[in-house]
């Protein structure tokens, strides 16, 4: 009786607990919103806790209030208020469908977003320059903001005629960043007076102890809660990055120090583990999860116990000889013995379909799925946010390894053993302690020959533990070693067969590939041989006990001292502990198994990143861009679009250090070069066409990513300025595309759905830049394909520098975009080039440039007849710096 009470309670736990994790698992591999949630507010009291617009003073961005001090507060929020009493209304999911927890670059906002922008543009395009309203904007597209920080500050300008009074609706919503967790999700209206340009929302932010690379939540501007303004082409959103302060370092901050100088000797890898298990613990997906797992093994334990204790009862009460057995007889009588055994049979069967009913049930937790989704998406966050150093210390294919090799050791080897160790050490403990209590709960004294042996278990448990330890962790270091090298030979002769057909050189990689096969097999094979060394231990200490009980225990039946049923629950004991005792080393073996594996994810996870960097650049970009629009408000008519047009692209004192191609061999520091230096200030106004010439190798294309914002800038001052409310875009010399459609590789800088990528669009600045019609038709089709093996070079430049004018960034920075072009290809690509400067953009509504940001193409070029088509010229070179030439001052040696 007391066994199915006990059986009850974790029974009744999993039951009620499953229900309400299968409802969030499935909402989140939907990515669709919980029924209870909206994705911003649970309920209202959350709502009125979380979602309170804040005032901000002396800033003219106010929270607009009515005439009793209320908050004016959206439809939503004016139906919620509108609630019986205190009573919690269940709020009803979005109606766009988009669930307001998941983020990606390819979707943002919701489809009720966007299709109010197109439209309010479609309105302005038939309205032309009538419009006279100002368009609001964030001030940047993105915004750091370090954890420890209380609120996050974002300014919002106003640009245009500031005459009248505007105000604009605003709220954030979730991406990697949750609300609640990382920061308060903040909504109201921002009201802009007459003269005001500037406005900031502040968010306020939560410290969290859950670890993670980086996180970002979204800010944006309600398009539907307008009053005399008009919202941003791009810029009506926001991204938020929020950059860790404490526990930044993976696992947890405990051996930081010795992690960040790389002393991996000084740190443990047991306690390392161990860290490893409290950092995935404080997740509240995966806690809950190993917690009913742990529920689930109490109660597979605890039924394991009852078994054994029914079975013993069974052999030396029920059937057993002597008093127990006469007594039992006496009281029950014969019909009443077999009816015992019939229950303690029953007890046995039936609790069986339960519990294989209740771990089908549990697998759908997923915790290992949880688990390795923290660790790779992590991965892959940190490797985005690397600094040039730290990925020029990784191999190609050491980013693959480590998330699908290491991630699953580590999980399937590591953490998802941590409750079958607690699950074994329990019935260890619960099968010795049934020993010593079984005997005196017959009325018996305890037998110490059958009792003793019982405790060499956990003494030669912990010594076979210890033994062959550190060989077997310099095995499987090697192990991993050698299949690195193996798997990234493959991968090197993937990617180069052109290259070693061209030279004949398939035999020689053949044999190089049999060498390293050899090599990672003998490897593996040493690591199987001690891992079953060690893995027999146990088992043999358990038959050699047992085998010495029978003959001693026999022994003691012959000579009558010992009645037989109670031999039988000795052996029964015996062999239950060793089985324990056997598991549970075996488990510990299997943890050894992923110490390397945390090893290699240790040290990739805690490489340096460039955040911090960046968000120095940021705020000075922000400062400064403030700084000089005030200025230029005062030099020009303040109701014009100009003040924020005019402030130029700026380089000043440029003294840069960037690595050589000796660092990425080498990984040292001393392998730099600063090939550029110069003091003064160059300035490039906006909307011009500029092209960089100079000597080859002598910094025109790392001022061009420097510009771009492909290289962080390590400096406390901005060497190069761009105003920060201006997309900026990168365009490599190689053209790039990934697996899929050609039309998804040419919007690939595009929001899903904007105008932007409409297919007319695509189709115009494809046929502008003179691809045939089997590209036009190619873009019709959703046939995926690798493109980069199926279009000819020349084309996949053409289609490269589409791409660029597809996604209408307001600064396009390409490298080289008339290389390899014959004289008239060339010509063509340089005059789009400057009606994408002239027009603000291909291929868009000549009504509403006006409503435009200017647009600006930055390129290198070693050809003269690109300078024909500048509107400025710069000149680098290590000798002099940058400096503004004319055409006929640049030497033909450095042209072609």
């Avoid at 543009?121 to 309203?133: A, D």
């Avoid at 992923?594 to 650049?617: G, K, M, P, S």
């Avoid at 590209?775 to 490269?800: F, R, Y």
């Amino acid at each position: 009786a007391l066994y199915f009470l006990a059986a009850l309670a974790p029974l009744h736990i999993l039951h009620s607990c499953s229900c309400s994790w299968v409802d969030a698992v499935c909402a989140v591999v939907r990515c669709r919103p919980m029924p209870h949630s909206t994705g911003e507010n649970s309920d209202i009291e959350e709502s009125t806790r979380w979602a309170t617009p804040m005032a901000v003073p002396g800033t003219g961005g106010r929270t607009e209030r009515t005439a009793d001090g209320a908050t004016k507060s959206s439809a939503v929020e004016k139906k919620r208020a509108k609630g019986e009493g205190s009573k919690k209304v269940a709020a009803a999911p979005p109606k766009d469908g988009f669930p307001h927890e998941a983020f990606t670059w390819r979707r943002p906002f919701s489809s009720g977003d966007l299709e109010a922008q197109q439209d309010l543009w479609h309105t302005l395009s038939q309205q032309g320059r009538r419009v006279k309203s100002p368009i609001v904007q964030f001030s940047s597209f993105i915004y750091y903001v370090m954890e420890n920080e209380p609120f996050m500050s974002m300014e919002v300008m106003r640009i245009g005629d500031l005459n009248e009074r505007s105000s604009v609706g605003f709220r954030t919503r979730d991406a990697t960043a949750k609300a609640g967790i990382q920061y308060i999700s903040t909504s109201g209206t921002l009201v802009f007076e007459a003269g005001e340009n500037t406005a900031v929302i502040k968010v306020p932010l939560e410290v969290s102890v859950r670890w993670d690379t980086t996180l970002e939540f979204v800010a944006e501007l309600v398009h539907t809660r307008l009053d005399n303004a008009i919202p941003g082409r791009y810029l009506w959103q926001a991204r938020i990055k929020i950059i860790q302060v404490r526990g930044d370092c993976f696992p947890t901050d405990r051996f930081a120090v010795e992690i960040t100088r790389r002393r991996f000797d000084k740190v443990p890898a047991n306690q390392l583990f161990l860290e490893y298990c409290k950092m995935n613990s404080v997740e509240p997906k995966v806690r809950r999860g190993t917690l009913k797992l742990m529920a689930l093994d109490a109660l597979c334990n605890l039924y394991g116990t009852a078994v054994l204790v029914l079975l013993l009862y069974a052999f030396c009460v029920i059937l057993g000889e002597a008093d127990a057995a006469t007594a039992a007889a006496a009281a029950w009588g014969s019909r009443g013995r077999k009816n015992a055994l019939v229950f303690i049979a029953s007890a046995i069967l039936l609790p069986l379909p339960v519990l294989q009913f209740l771990k089908v049930r549990i697998c759908r937790l997923q915790v290992d799925g949880l688990s390795r989704n923290l660790l790779q998406k992590n991965l892959l966050r940190r490797f985005l946010n690397f600094t040039d150093r730290s990925r020029g210390k990784l191999r190609e294919g050491d980013l693959l390894l480590t998330m699908t090799r290491d991630v699953e050791l580590l999980v399937g080897n590591g953490y998802m053993n941590v409750m079958p160790f607690f699950s074994a050490a329990c019935q260890l403990f619960l099968s010795t302690t049934l020993q010593f209590v079984f005997s005196p709960a017959l009325g018996e004294a305890l037998r110490w020959d059958a009792a003793l042996p019982l405790l060499l278990f956990p003494l030669t448990l912990l010594l076979a533990l210890r033994l062959g330890h550190k060989r077997t962790c310099r095995l499987l270091e090697r192990q991993g070693c050698r299949m690195d090298k193996l798997c990234r030979h493959v991968g090197d002769t993937a990617s180069n067969y052109p290259l070693i057909a061209d030279y004949n050189q398939r035999p020689f990689f053949v044999e190089l590939h049999e060498a390293k096969v050899v090599d990672y097999n003998n490897v593996a094979t040493a690591v199987q041989q001690a891992f079953q060394r060690r893995a027999s231990l146990m088992p043999l200490l358990a038959n050699f006990l047992l085998c010495l009980r029978l003959i001693v225990g026999g022994m003691q039946v012959i000579d009558g001292t010992l009645i037989s049923s109670h031999l039988m629950a000795d052996l029964l004991i015996l062999g239950c502990v060793g089985k324990a005792t056997s598991d549970l080393h075996m488990i510990c073996l299997d943890i050894q198994r992923c110490f390397t594996a945390l090893l290699r994810l240790v040290t990739i996870l805690n490489l340096q990143i460039d955040i911090d960097q960046r968000l120095q650049v940021n705020r000075c970009r922000r400062d400064e861009t403030g700084a000089m629009r005030a200025e230029a408000r005062k030099k020009l008519d303040p109701n014009d679009f100009e003040p924020i047009d005019s402030l130029p692209i700026r380089v000043t004192n440029l003294d840069f250090t960037f690595l050589s191609w000796a660092f990425h061999r080498h990984g040292n520091e001393e392998n730099l070069v600063a090939p550029l230096r110069f003091e003064g200030s160059i300035d490039i106004p906006q909307g011009q066409l500029v092209v960089l010439v100079g000597p080859q190798g002598e910094g025109k294309s790392t001022l061009l990513r420097l510009i771009a914002d492909m290289i962080t800038q390590e400096t406390n001052h901005n060497i190069v300025f761009v105003p920060s409310h201006l997309r900026v875009l990168h365009v490599n010399c190689d053209a790039l595309f990934f697996h899929g459609s050609l039309y998804e590789n040419m919007t690939f800088g595009v929001r899903l759905g904007d105008s932007d990528g409409r297919l007319e669009r695509v189709l115009s600045i494809c046929a502008r830049l003179g691809l045939g019609d089997s590209v036009l038709e190619a873009l019709q089709i959703p046939d995926v394909c690798e493109w980069g093996s199926v279009i000819c070079e020349t084309k996949q430049t053409l289609l490269s520098l589409a791409r660029a004018l597809i996604a209408n960034p307001e600064v396009l920075c390409i490298h080289k975009p008339t290389e390899g072009f014959d004289k008239h290809t060339a010509n063509i690509v340089l005059g789009v080039l400057q009606d994408f400067v002239r027009e603000r953009g291909i291929e868009e509504d000549p009504a509403t440039r006006h409503l435009r940001r200017p647009r600006t193409c930055i390129i290198t070029s070693s050809r003269r007849q690109a300078l024909m088509w500048a509107d400025q010229l710069l000149h680098v070179s290590s000798a002099h710096g940058v400096v503004q030439v004319r055409g006929d001052e640049v030497l033909d040696a450095e042209l072609l």
